[in-house]
């Protein structure tokens, strides 16, 4: 299991401190403030601003596919005992290419999409289940709860909103 005092170095947020009634609340928050900036920047939403940093639009693909991975992870650990959940391949999708003919709008829609489905199937979970364990990944290899893999998918969501409007910044210097 996580450590009782996990918290992000970069950004402070505290998976252990996250209720499940804070999920769905804080998802939907920082997801409507994703899409805005991804529809509405006045920065060009594809550019990098350095070559270690990705640009707006690939945060935004990223951020749509975690919603779907955690989802499945939810779901099989629901369902399963002693699930692992698979990688994400975060990078390589990148390097592959997998996000460059993606377009700002249909980003926009299909993360806020991925974030209803992702906050519609968690909510749907039947009491007790946010206290089920597994295996996050094959490369953490760490128990956690569903609850923790609910309170990544918000961190993930609020931790990269940040990276994009750091983005922003940036870009408009």
């Given amino acids: ?6 918290s992000c170095e970069v950004c402070g947020f505290h998976w252990n401190s996250i209720s499940s009634s804070e999920i769905p609340v804080r998802t939907t928050a920082a997801t409507a403030q994703f899409v805005d ?3 509405t920047s006045t920065v060009p939403v594809g550019t990098r601003p350095s070559p270690d940093r990705w640009s707006i639009l690939e945060y935004g693909a990223h951020m749509r596919d975690v919603f779907i991975s955690i989802r499945e992870r939810i779901i099989r650990a629901s369902i399963e005992d002693e699930h692992v ?7 390589e999708r990148v390097n592959l ?4 003919l993606d377009q700002p709008d249909d980003v926009a829609t299909e993360l806020h999409a991925m ?10 979970l039947p009491p007790g289940y946010e ?6 990944s094959t490369i953490t290899n760490q128990q956690v709860t569903i609850l923790w893999a609910g309170a990544q998918a918000l961190h993930e969501c609020e931790h990269h909103l940040g990276d994009v409007r750091e983005n922003e910044r940036l870009l408009s210097v």
Avoid: C, P
């Avoid at 959940?85 to 990078?91: A, D, F, K, S, W």
């Avoid at 206290?131 to 996050?136: A, D, L, P």
């Fill in 97 to 100: 290419g997998l996000y460059a």
């Fill in 37 to 39: 900036v991804v529809r």
């Fill in 131 to 136: 206290k089920r364990t597994f295996t996050y």
């Fill in 85 to 91: 959940g698979g990688q994400l391949y975060r990078n």
């Fill in 115 to 124: 974030s209803r489905l992702f906050i519609r199937t968690f909510e749907a």
């Fill in 1 to 6: 299991m996580m450590a009782a005092s996990e």
